[in-house]
C-alpha cells in the first residue's frame, strides 16, 4: 500500500518527464486468448504509474474522487474494453 500512495503523490509540476512511460507507445494485445485482467496487470506493469504517465508529450496526473479507488476504475475500464 505504502508503494502505490507513493506513485499517487507525485507532483507532476517537478516530476523528470524523462522517467514517465508514454502509454501511447505500450503496445496491445488484441488477441481474443487474453481476458481483460490479464491485460489490465499487463498495461499496469508497462505504465509503471498509473497516476502519473504520459500521453504523446503531454503529462497526465490520475485522481479520483475519495471512496473510489484506482483498482475499481480499472475494473470498470476493463469492462468497457
Known sequence: M???????????R???RDGLIDVT???EDDSD????EM???TFLRNVKNPYCFMVGD???KS???????????LRELADGI
Request: glycine share 2%.
Open 2 to 12: 505504502e508503494e502505490w500512495e507513493k506513485l499517487k503523490s507525485v507532483d507532476i
Open 25 to 27: 507507445r505500450i503496445p
Open 33 to 36: 486468448d487474453v481476458d481483460k
Open 63 to 73: 485522481s479520483f474522487t475519495e471512496g473510489v479507488s484506482l483498482k475499481q476504475r
Open 14 to 16: 517537478t516530476i523528470n
Open 58 to 60: 503531454v503529462i497526465v
Open 39 to 41: 491485460q489490465m496487470r
